[in-house]
């Protein structure tokens, strides 16, 4: 790989956007531990994912451990999961990078856009955590089915939000080694255009009938 | 052209993007108005974009009578302006299709993200004029500066967001027609996505050196 290699914990690893992104970023070439609240799914998911790369680089743990053994956290859970997970992991990112995919689908209708109060999920976890753990959105518009389908290509740029700017530099390079594009979109309160948009990529989905839209920016190169 | 021809009024057509929409839907045979508080500043902007057009075919008026002789009225003006520029329309909107292509921008800092309270300016417009004005949101993320040059080619689609499915088909119809892509991006709430990205774009524009970003929809053809 070219690159540093980044030892990443995937907090909610056992789901599917968890999966896609381990899987992705295992085979990318960097360090990574699946989390869940229970170490032994966490172990089992790890053991399955390890199957499919042909090689047993991707390790387990519980929620806290997984993070306390990386520099970089990725918070991969479900909206309603978002607030508790952070609790659980607090103790362990102090000084770290803490990648938040969360969008604030709230169900049955997660095809509407409903952000928050204050107007995004992601920067009120950052207020919450304080300056000492550096909060990055990413991710929320990257359909994980693709994500998890290791011959197939996942499409779409990913919008990188934080107040950091060594923080979103990091993540840009996360994205772009997995074969995205990893795009500067400024600071953590920019993260409600990515959060608003996983609903509307859902409606899209429905009403163009297809797997796993994602967005790209227009206008970067001359023939873009 | 092909499709109907709509009666289009522009409200804030002198602005640049009210300048920029009402040359192109014109061009693509369209019957434009333009409207301003002024109609005489209205009818001198008119003359001038009719001179680029190489004929008069846009209309002035200020923006009530604009409005009234339409079936289609564009909203084209500033954040600070819009709730204004809604009252002084509203008796002519009646039974139409309101275009409002508001994003919520609060300078200084009009590249982060401050989506008013409830999420949307645009949905907020929908609820103040009720369910006899059929809103539609859209034109947010298009540069303002590119529709105004004939010449070159603008880049991006149109996200279109209306609770009403015929009145999201025939704003659809005008992006076409102006050489974009308008893509049904659901209910009126889903505007917040749009509006937020604006100030996201406005960033990019400055972070990478691009004179006009916009964005697209990835993977709703087989190639894309």
Same mark, same amino acid.
């Given at each position: 790989? +070219? ?10 690893? +056992?789901?599917? $956007?968890?999966?896609? $992104?381990? #899987? *992705? !970023? ?24 390890? *199957?499919? #790369? ?16 990386? @520099?970089?956290?990725? !918070? ?8 508790? @997970? ?13 990648? =938040? ?13 409903? !952000? ?12 919450? #955590? ?20 290791? %011959?197939?290509?996942?499409?779409? %740029?990913?919008?990188?939000?934080? %107040?950091?700017?060594?923080? *979103? ?6 994205? =772009?080694?997995?074969? #995205? ?17 996983? @609903?509307? $990529?859902?409606?899209?989905? *429905? ?12 206008? $970067?190169?001359?023939?873009?």
């Amino acid at each position: 790989m +070219t690159g540093a290699v980044e030892k990443i914990a995937i907090v909610g690893g +056992t789901g599917t $956007l968890g999966n896609g $992104l381990a #899987l *992705r !970023l295992a085979r990318a070439g960097h360090a990574v531990i699946l989390g869940s609240r229970d170490a032994a799914k966490a172990g089992a998911a790890a053991a399955a994912l390890n *199957r499919i #790369l042909g090689g047993g680089v991707i390790a387990a743990g519980d929620n806290r451990g997984a993070a306390e053994a990386a @520099s970089i956290v990725v !918070l991969a859970v479900p909206f309603a999961a978002e607030k508790a @997970s952070v609790e659980e992991i607090r103790g362990a990112l102090d000084g770290k990078i803490l990648v =938040d995919a969360t969008a604030p689908l709230v169900p049955p209708r997660v095809n509407r856009v409903q !952000l928050p109060p204050g107007g995004s999920a992601v920067a009120a976890i950052q207020a919450l #955590l304080g300056e000492h753990v550096r909060v990055v959105s990413a991710f929320q518009n990257v359909s994980a089915e693709k994500l998890g389908k290791l %011959d197939a290509p996942v499409v779409g %740029d990913v919008l990188v939000c934080a %107040d950091d700017a060594e923080a *979103r530099r990091r993540v840009i390079a996360l994205a =772009d080694a997995i074969g #995205l594009r990893g795009i500067d979109a400024g600071p953590i309160c920019n993260s409600a255009a990515a959060e608003a948009l996983t @609903s509307v $990529l859902i409606w899209i989905n *429905r009403k163009y009938k297809v797997p796993g839209a994602g967005i790209r920016i227009a206008g $970067l190169t001359p023939d873009s």
